[in-house]
């Protein structure tokens, strides 16, 4: 028989036990929602630090068109939106082969909450203005005379002068190379230009000098008021000298950064030797002279607005010499390898010119990355 | 034969007390549904928010760089609003020219939920190269 008292407190139970069911639907659908929530914030993070690590591959590739020597690491701040630190390396790469990390950081990279590491992988070459695959190059006229000879290093034969007004050869002036001119080309006496001649070429332009950038380098080592006379063996550079900047004497100077001189540079070494060397620029507003039986090697000799003169038997190995504005006169018996370049150039007696073909690596106006290749990107 | 059972039930003042504590349970859960509710309904105008802003930093990263922006000025360079569920959301993207080759692109998205102002922003660098 069926006996309805054993069901007693059965409605209590199944009533307790649907609440116990409810109440754990309900705080799992509350926890589920919670962490919806937080899933997007991180995300919403993650995809901005993303951006924000993308922004320093630009700002490397940026920084190494101005110099492809840069490797940071570089931290730099976007604002409230975050940080990022970049880094360049080619260890390990082929030749010009740059590989960009870059880590993003939100909301900074002291305390971050999300980061993403991106890396890129870009081929880079570096263009040169053609102006500097010369020999001699000039705006104006050159003329060459005595015994002036103008040759190159690796490959011989390649010494090419360019002028944008006319060339005039006398004397026993030789030109290893080809000759090309805006105006006209004339050879007089026993010169000889063994390569082309090519009158009436196109116009080349000059680069304009960074005077503001090369003036923030110097100044990053201090400012010398007045004329700096140096006194002996030194390290030089950077420095903002204001006034002129000679060398007198047996010294040797090497350049250990950018100098700018407002005034003149004067390197006399007459009677005894004088060597200048560094990995540097040197550059002056005024004329710079070199003269007597010394040496110099300076990636980067530059007369803003003067005149340059080479004289006596100075040696100058390695050298791009700019005077976009002046002339430069090559006296006496200079031996120079490197590449000269002004608004006119004139050369007696009996110097050598020898152009140094390979010019990687040197800081020339006008120069910077001429193509990019993106090989390949990746999120590490 | 007939078997007497005691029918004798709840009391008003049981009854009141377990209409109470289910008041009570029922309540806490609402409020935190309704906050769920409002949190994730905020989620959602952040989600379409930045995907606002995604896409035109992805458009302007595609962009040829000369073409981005006022040179040298820093300020709103453009403005562009979308409706969606009901809701008006405001795009500014402002170019700041940091170098001759390089651009700094700020994209704020602005909207007005629970009758207070709400925004999201992502920057990046972009450059020549």
Redesign the interface.
Known sequence: MFNIRDERGVALVLALALLAVLSILAVAMVFLGRYETTFLIKERLSDSALYIADGGVEYALNELDKDSDYRGPTTYGLGNAGDFTVTVSTDGQPADRYQITSIGCVPTVASPQETRTVRLLVDLTEQMSPVFEHAIASQGNITLQGNAVVNSDNPQGEGDIYSGGNILLQNNATVNGDASAVGTITTQGSSTITGEQNPGTPALTFPEVDTAGYITEAQAGGTHNGNFVVPGDINLGPLFIDGNLVIQGNHQVTLTGTVYVTGSVTLQGTPEAFSFTGSETLIANGDVTMQGNASAGIPLVISVHGNVTLQGNITVQGSVIYAPEGNVVIQGNPDVTGVIVGQTVTAQGSPTITRQVDLTGYPLPGGGISTITHVSWREL | MRIRYRCKGFTYIELAIAMAIIAL?VLG?TQ??LR?VV??RG?KF??IA?NFA?SR?EEL?MTLFDGIGNPWFPNIWETQAQTVSGNVFTRNVTISQL?A??K?V?IEVIWTEEGQNRN??????????
């Open positions: 349970i859960f935190v549904f769920s949190s994730v989620m952040q989600s930045y995604a930093m990263k170098e080759s390089l700094r700020d999201i922003e992502i920057s990046s660098l972009v450059s020549r190269f």
